[in-house]
């Protein structure tokens, strides 16, 4: 495998770009109207840099919720990222300070874009998080001075564009070759994620969505291989 | 300290920990054969579940709404093979188009 640089992680996020300051703006706009002052929200978009865990920071809080209701939320929405920055953990370099700093540009789609096989490319996550982490809180910045002015992101369809960068990401790794699993896995995880979205607070679904990779664990062909031998009843009978 | 603030930092706080805790603790060592095929699958795991969740996911409830139609027109795009510029574009532009006229 090639190594890629912060240059192609760059390049690989441009096109989200308009959704992500969109999206940071209205981040802006609706914390000033759940009464979250402007250095407050600029705040906490430069150290959580997480949509959806301050989306619901500043839902709960203006629908008049607690602080302890609204940092539940947060840390349920963002624990999808416990997995996710373990699996990526091999690939950081470096002191445990730049480790630290470069883990803080793990997002969704930093993440999935440096996704390869066998492991992850930093780079790429760090040149592609890093753009995102400027246009997020550029965003933020626009939506807590210009207020109520900006256009709802929704109207221009931008809710729309992150499933489809997604499932653009997903597409690749479930078409190659003779392995299955990764199709398996995503069908496992997407199926879960449904099925919990209407009886589990949000987050719920994400984290318990990545259960499916335990499939990892499984070697078809060898398992069956091994126990095939002599006939087991309960096979006769089903 | 004002609620929002609390909020703030924990939620801060809590976030870079979650984050960092992985790469600061583990970084450099390279996982043992089968974590490595566990991990390979948490990507599609993951990346379809956002895909489920941020189009069909409203308040606890599953919907269909015009992001459900920016999906399968995305779909469309990416078995056309367009590059991801496009992909994204053609959901953004269903979704508004529909929402325009609706």
Known sequence: ?238 | MSTVWLCVLVVGAATVTIKASGPVLAAGRELPGSTARVVDLLAPAVLAALVATQAFAGDEELVLDERAAGLVAAGVAILLRAPILVVVLVAALTAAGLRAVS
Do not use: H
């Open chain 1, 1 to 238: 495998m090639t190594e890629g640089t912060y240059r192609d992680g760059f390049r690989a996020i441009l096109p989200l770009m308009p959704a992500v300051a969109a999206f940071g703006a209205s981040f802006g706009v609706l914390a000033r109207a759940a009464g979250v002052d402007v250095l407050a929200a600029v705040v906490m978009s430069a150290t959580t840099f997480a949509g959806s865990a301050q989306f619901a920071v500043v839902s709960v809080l203006g629908a008049g919720g607690t602080a302890a209701a609204a940092i539940g939320a947060a840390i349920l929405l963002n624990g999808r990222y416990v997995p996710m920055a373990v699996a990526a953990s091999g690939a950081f370099r470096g002191g445990p300070l730049r480790r630290l700093i470069e883990a803080q540009l793990l997002v969704d789609e930093s993440w999935a874009l440096s996704s390869r096989e066998g492991g992850f490319d930093t780079k790429v996550l760090v040149g592609a998080g890093g753009l995102l982490y400027v246009g997020w809180n550029a965003g933020t910045a626009a939506g807590v001075l210009a207020g109520d002015g900006l256009t709802d992101p929704a109207t221009l369809g931008l809710d729309a564009a992150f499933p489809a960068l997604f499932l653009a990401l997903l597409a690749p790794l479930v078409r190659s070759g003779s392995d299955r699993r990764p199709l398996t896995a995503a069908v496992l995880g997407a199926g879960i994620a449904l099925v919990l979205t209407p009886v589990s607070p949000a987050g719920v679904p994400v984290i318990a969505a990545t259960a499916a990779c335990l499939l990892g664990f499984t070697r078809p062909r060898r398992a069956a291989a091994r126990r095939a031998p002599a006939g087991r009843p309960q096979e006769a009978r089903s």
